[in-house]
């Protein structure tokens, strides 16, 4: 139904707007007394089999949603009734910022991907926040943090440590994202030298606390195996928690849809950088001897796309691109999946 009725309907509408129409409506329902509860048993699977620990913490299931769906912590719960084992928040940015103009998503329904140049378009930490004051103390909450645009990358260091400090106390684990291809000069800051500067003064930070909370990078599909092994070292070296692969790609190569889309500028999702997610994984993998969790993230659609990723090295997995393709009962399905794989 979802594919043959309701997402044709949706994609007539531009994709920012199909989104806060969705999430408006899906409020509004779920505030009706009965409604929560049988969305819950429509989408969520629970099983003991599907519970993962993961740098200390119990996920009910391995599949979460990625960074970006909810930015500033406004949907959290009405995702955690569709299925998820975890949601994670942002990108949250010091400051609120509009991000860049519109229009910046576009679909490539050929390719079942998309591409945005969003700019951390977010109400900042502070809104975050109060969003956040209401949680489910049962429901995990990651928070992606980021610069603000502005900030030039010398002084990127004290963006990332304003957002740390503010949303330590109402998240569960942190990650640091300096690998979306939308925000001038942001990339830069995966080179060896700021990124360990970066990475070693939050752990300074983290291990002041009474309890430290884990803190994962997540870092771009483009890099090099030059690259990735610096990853490797950086991680290890800063004694980071993980690392999420992948973020979206600058790539193009091999897509189907109409170049006029294509040739948008922005980071690609979805479909097409299944495959170069997987291979990332899977170099981490092994270069690292598993020696650090991996949140893999990159053109999940199925059960056997989940899989994929799993069996490259991946902890647990994220969905973005892949759950406005696929509707509300991807979730379930990915976990009946892995069930059935044993």
Do not use: W
């Not at 990339?187 to 060896?192: C, E, V």
């Amino acid at each position: 139904m979802y594919k043959s009725l309701i997402r044709p309907i949706l994609f007539s509408f531009p994709p920012e707007k199909a989104h806060q129409l969705v999430m408006g409506i899906l409020k509004a329902k779920l505030a009706v007394p009965g409604v929560r509860s049988l969305f819950k048993s429509m989408f969520t699977l629970e099983d003991k089999r599907l519970e993962r620990e993961v740098f200390g913490i119990k996920f009910p299931n391995p599949v979460g949603l990625a960074a970006g769906f909810d930015k500033n912590a406004d949907y959290y719960k009405q995702m955690s009734v569709l299925g998820f084992g975890f949601v994670e928040i942002g990108t949250v940015t010091p400051v609120g910022q509009p991000g860049n103009p519109a229009p910046r998503m576009f679909r490539l329904p050929a390719d079942e991907g998309l591409i945005n140049r969003m700019g951390f378009n977010n109400g900042g930490v502070e809104v975050a926040i109060e969003n956040l004051k209401s949680r489910p103390k049962d429901l995990i909450i990651g928070g992606n943090i980021g610069k603000n645009k502005v900030t030039p990358n010398n002084e990127a260091i004290n963006d990332y440590i304003t957002a740390f400090d503010a949303l330590f106390d109402y998240v569960d684990y942190f990650v640091v994202n300096v690998s979306s291809p939308n925000t001038p000069g942001l990339r830069a800051l995966q080179d060896k030298g700021p990124l360990t500067e970066i990475l070693n003064e939050l752990q300074t930070r983290n291990q002041k606390k009474s309890h430290p909370k884990p803190i994962l990078l997540k870092i771009a599909p483009d890099l090099t195996d030059s690259q990735l092994d610096d990853i490797v070292d950086i991680i290890t070296d800063t004694k980071t928690d993980g690392v999420i692969a992948t973020n979206t790609t600058i790539s193009r190569e091999g897509l189907k849809t109409d170049q006029s889309v294509t040739e948008e500028m922005g980071g690609l999702s979805g479909k097409p950088v299944k495959s170069r997610s997987t291979a990332v994984i899977k170099y981490l993998h092994t270069k690292s001897k598993g020696s650090f969790p991996i949140i893999g993230v990159g053109g999940i659609q199925t059960a056997e796309d989940a899989i994929e990723k799993l069996d490259a090295g991946a902890s647990l997995i994220q969905v973005y691109t892949g759950f406005i393709y696929e509707g509300p009962a991807m979730v379930k399905n990915i976990c009946k999946g892995i069930l059935a794989k044993g």
